[in-house]
């Protein structure tokens, strides 16, 4: 709503790097790669995340959602 994208994308980087094996993990990928796409408007980063969330967390509901970035 604030359109505070760089801290979301601290925050979620966080979560990953201290939490990479919860339920929340994937989720926080996905969040933290939507922040920099909103800062930067690189839609590559959209499909790197996508490959990032089916190799470390294949199966998620996440990972599901991130597949329409692959090409």
Do not use: C
């Not at 930067?40 to 980063?45: A, M, P």
């Amino acid at each position: 709503m604030h359109k505070l994208w760089s801290q979301a994308e601290q925050r979620d980087a966080a979560i990953v790097e201290r939490y990479p094996k919860t339920v929340s993990a994937p989720e926080a990928v996905y969040w933290r790669v939507i922040s920099r796409y909103k800062m930067t408007n690189d839609h590559t980063v959209l499909g790197a995340a996508a490959e990032e969330l089916s190799q470390k967390y294949a199966g998620s509901e996440w990972a599901l959602k991130a597949s329409v970035f692959s090409h």
